[in-house]
């Protein structure tokens, strides 16, 4: 029997029928693609994280628990012994755990369209029934939809970003509420991107018990350490543990998490700065009058042309400069460009490049 057979017999029919996430190649690109924070960590810290890294006990299995940096985090966000952290590899694996333990067949993942696309992938990974609730035309939530769909899938989890993915808006309290209330399971309020808007939602957890908040430090400037975080009851992060691997966050990563979490104030100097980078480009942009530009509270900004954003995407390639093509992707997103926010230096080179490539092709 050939491989190709095999195959066929014994991947399961829907992982077949999917394809893999797939990265761009950024080599030798100006990266605008991935939503990462363009400031190097601080140089005033790097000297404390070389200390940390060459002391850390690498022959030893790491703390299974993180145990230090949970307690920075708890002391950090003035948390009480009302609410647990869980860590992971990234935010990635914690919705995979959330999934492993909430999903699988028979069970209902919920999430708004278009968001994060690890929510349907993952729920496909775990024999998930997925249910995406589309957006109204202007990315907001179709409250009267939503609270419909959840009354009658009755899912076991609800997925919100909150600001949003790739559409970089904030919901409202009232249509988060509404979903909250509505819910007979778990619902996670994903604060990605939390570090450039004002909205924090982790009061939430006090208000409402089957409510979770999952956060991440790749935003901030670490998405090389890949270290997600679910805040929780207890009880529900006791459950989501069973199934987390031991030793999931190793002891390098721990060692400059913890580094980075006593010296937080130097990485919100620098979201505040690209917050102030974001005003800038969402002006700059808006200035074609051919374009959509989507107000945003993310480290990105999302923008429709009336045509030719594929063409618009290779262009930008051609010159060196990768951003993300959504077009495509969601019917909601036709013609849809997403462009990290950069350094002033980084956004000034993609502009210059966007007036080249949107001049030959008609776009003003």
Partial sequence: ????????????????????????????????????????????LKGDVSGALSSAAINRYPDPEA???????????GL?????????????????????????????????????VMYKMIATFTGSEYVGVPLSSDYSIDIEATVAAIEQHKPSL???????????????DKALKAIVEASPGVVIIDEAYTAFTDADYMSWLNDYEHVLIMRTFSKVGLAGLRFGMLYGAPVWIEQFNKVRLPYNINSLTQSVALNALQNFDLLLEQTEQLRRDRESLYNALSEYTS????????NF???????SAKKVFEGLKEQGVLIKCLDGSHPMLSECLRFTVGTQDENGRLLQALKSVTGSLGLA
């Fill in 301 to 307: 900004i999302l923008v429709r042309l009336p045509h």
């Fill in 291 to 298: 374009f959509k530009v989507f107000p945003s509270e993310a």
């Fill in 80 to 116: 009480n012994e009302s609410v647990d952290i869980l860590f992971g590899n990234g935010s990635d694996e914690i919705i995979q755990i959330l999934a492993m333990v909430m999903g699988g067949p028979g069970r209902t993942i919920l999430s708004l369209e278009p968001s994060f």
């Fill in 1 to 44: 029997m050939s491989n190709e057979s095999r195959v066929e017999r014994w991947v399961r029919p829907e992982i077949r029928a999917i394809s893999a996430y797939h990265v761009a190649s950024s080599v030798g690109m100006l990266k605008m693609d991935a939503m990462e924070n363009p400031y190097d960590f601080p140089e005033s």
């Fill in 158 to 172: 609800v997925f919100i970003a909150q600001p949003n993915n790739p559409t970089g808006n904030l919901f409202s």
């Fill in 67 to 77: 145990s230090k940096i949970k307690a920075a985090l708890k002391s950090l966000y």
